[in-house]
C-alpha cells in the first residue's frame, strides 16, 4: 500500500512540476530558436511512429508502380501550387516562408525519405504543428496520388529537366538564386552566405514535412 501511495505522490508531483514549467512561459517557442534536442527527438520520433503506424493501411493504387506521365505532371501542376513553397523542387530554392517554418520542412528533391503510402498520408492528413496541412479535405485521393506519383520522381529530375517538365504542364518555375523585392523601394535581397548555411543547418536538424 505504502508502495501505490509513494507512485501516486511522485505523479502528483511531476504534474505540478509540469503544469509550472508551462505556465510559467519558460519554454522559447520563438520559431527562430532550436528546440533542445530531447524535444527535437520527442517530436521527430512520434511523428515517425504516428505515420508509418497509420500508412500501414495505405493501398497505393496498381498504376503507381508505373504512373503515366500525364499523372505526374498533374502531381507537378498540384505540387507547383501547394508545396513548393515550403518544399523546394530542383532548382528551386524553398521560399522565404518555408525557410522560416520550424520545424523546418524537407526538401524533397532530395533522396526519398517515406515510402509511397507515408507521403500520401502526410499529403492527406497533414501534421500538426509542423506547417502541413491536410490536402484531403479540399483534394480527391487521386489527386493526391498524382503528387506522390511526382514527388517519387521528382529526385530523379535535373533542374533543367523539372524546367521543363513545368513549362509542359503550363505553370512557371523559378529558377534557384533568383532575386526577391522587398520594401516600397523595390529593394533587392539574395540569400547570403550566411543565411544559406543556417538554411541547411535548419534542415539537418529539423523533421516532418
Known amino acids: 500500500m505504502k508502495t501505490v501511495v509513494r507512485l501516486l505522490v511522485v505523479v502528483v508531483l511531476l504534474a505540478v512540476a509540469g503544469l509550472a514549467f508551462i505556465f510559467s512561459g519558460f519554454y522559447d517557442v520563438a520559431a527562430d530558436a532550436e528546440h533542445t534536442n530531447p524535444v527535437q527527438w520527442v517530436l521527430r520520433t512520434t511523428q515517425s511512429r504516428s505515420v508509418h503506424r497509420r500508412a500501414e493501411e495505405v493501398r497505393p493504387p496498381a498504376w503507381m508502380a508505373h504512373p503515366d506521365p500525364a499523372v505526374v505532371r498533374k502531381g507537378l501542376v498540384h505540387y507547383h501550387e501547394m508545396c513548393v513553397t515550403c518544399h523546394g523542387a530542383p532548382g528551386v530554392r524553398i521560399s522565404e516562408v518555408g525557410q522560416g517554418l520550424n520545424p523546418a520542412p524537407p526538401e524533397l528533391s532530395g533522396p526519398a525519405e517515406d515510402e509511397a503510402g507515408e507521403t500520401f498520408w502526410i499529403v492527406k492528413h497533414g501534421i500538426k504543428m509542423t506547417g502541413m496541412p491536410a490536402f484531403g479535405l479540399t483534394h480527391t485521393d487521386d489527386d493526391?496520388?498524382?503528387?506522390?506519383?511526382?514527388?517519387?520522381?521528382?529526385?530523379?529530375?535535373?533542374?533543367?529537366?523539372?524546367?521543363?517538365m513545368a513549362a509542359e504542364a503550363g505553370v512557371t518555375a523559378e529558377p534557384e538564386g533568383h532575386m526577391h523585392e522587398h520594401?516600397?523601394?523595390?529593394?533587392?535581397?539574395?540569400?547570403s552566405a550566411a543565411e544559406e548555411e543556417e538554411h541547411r543547418r535548419m534542415h539537418e536538424q529539423g523533421g516532418g514535412h
Do not use: N, R, S
Request: charged share 30%; aromatic share 10%; glycine share 6%.
Open 144 to 164: 493526391l496520388w498524382a503528387i506522390v506519383a511526382f514527388v517519387q520522381k521528382m529526385p530523379d529530375l535535373t533542374p533543367a529537366d523539372y524546367q521543363k
Open 183 to 191: 520594401g516600397e523601394e523595390g529593394e533587392e535581397h539574395e540569400m
